[in-house]
């Protein structure tokens, strides 16, 4: 079954340092998310991407942030200048379709745990 | 605002047994889905409901949606220990045109754990 894969599965790095997380969504989905999980709190909406650019973004998701999606399989989240606070676990997800009468079922990796220092 | 709370937050039965687990959420809403979260792991799709639904089965999952009082219910019947897990509810709004913008709320998630 295809599935969404993610790496590192852990990644540690010094405070101000930057990271790239990966992703490699499902090969026929259009639209990428990124979402994050603190630790013992709700799983919270970063960004999506349709089409090369961004569709929607939170308020968590500030310069700080990017995406891209350098070539047709990859999706990748980068963080400039790592804080403390950006210390959860980071799930990409993709779906086919977006929403109205089609389902918006989103298709979720196992994960990076990044840990800041 | 808080949108997707589920309870109870934690939930311990012995196998066999049905669980129960509800959400609710403030805002419009396209469709509200269920999602498992093994320890450590990524988040599983259960079931979709749409906002024109009142109830919808799959397998041993049913799920109910309440528009009026803006709150959902995951029923998992005669459990199972592999059912151990944290269950979320996740929202998708409604724009104005009633579509669904893509991004998914989640609540804090309901922790289940069949005892064998």
């Known amino acids: 079954e295809p599935e969404v894969t993610q790496t590192p599965s852990h990644q540690v790095t010094q405070m101000g340092q930057e990271v790239i997380l990966r992703c490699v969504p499902i090969s026929n989905h259009l639209y990428f998310y990124w979402y994050r999980q603190i630790l013992g709190q709700k799983v919270e909406f970063l960004v999506s991407f349709y089409n090369n650019e961004i569709s929607e973004k939170s308020e968590i998701f500030d310069d700080q942030f990017s995406v891209e999606r350098p070539d047709g399989s990859n999706f990748t989240l980068k963080i400039r200048s790592t804080k403390l606070e950006d210390s959860a676990m980071y799930f990409c997800?993709?779906?086919?379709?977006?929403?109205?009468?089609?389902?918006?079922?989103?298709?979720f990796g196992a994960g990076t745990r990044l840990s800041v220092l | 605002s808080q949108q997707g709370e589920e309870d109870p937050q934690a939930l311990s039965i012995q196998e066999g047994e049905n669980a129960t687990m509800n959400c609710s959420y403030k805002?419009?809403?396209?469709?509200l889905q269920w999602y498992r979260q093994n320890s450590g792991r990524g988040l599983v799709h259960l079931i979709l409901i749409r906002s024109n639904e009142r109830e919808k089965h799959s397998g041993r999952l049913r799920v109910t949606l309440d528009t009026s009082k803006k709150s959902s219910s995951l029923l998992i019947t005669a459990s199972r220990a592999a059912d151990t897990a944290s269950y979320f509810c996740?929202?998708?709004?409604?724009?104005?045109?009633?579509?669904?913008?893509?991004?998914?709320?989640f609540g804090q998630g309901t922790i289940l754990t069949v005892h064998p």
């Open positions: 997800a993709s779906s086919y379709r977006l929403a109205g009468a089609v389902k918006n079922i989103q298709y």
């Open positions: 805002t419009s809403i396209n469709n």
């Open positions: 996740a929202t998708a709004p409604a724009n104005a045109g009633g579509t669904s913008y893509g991004k998914l709320t």
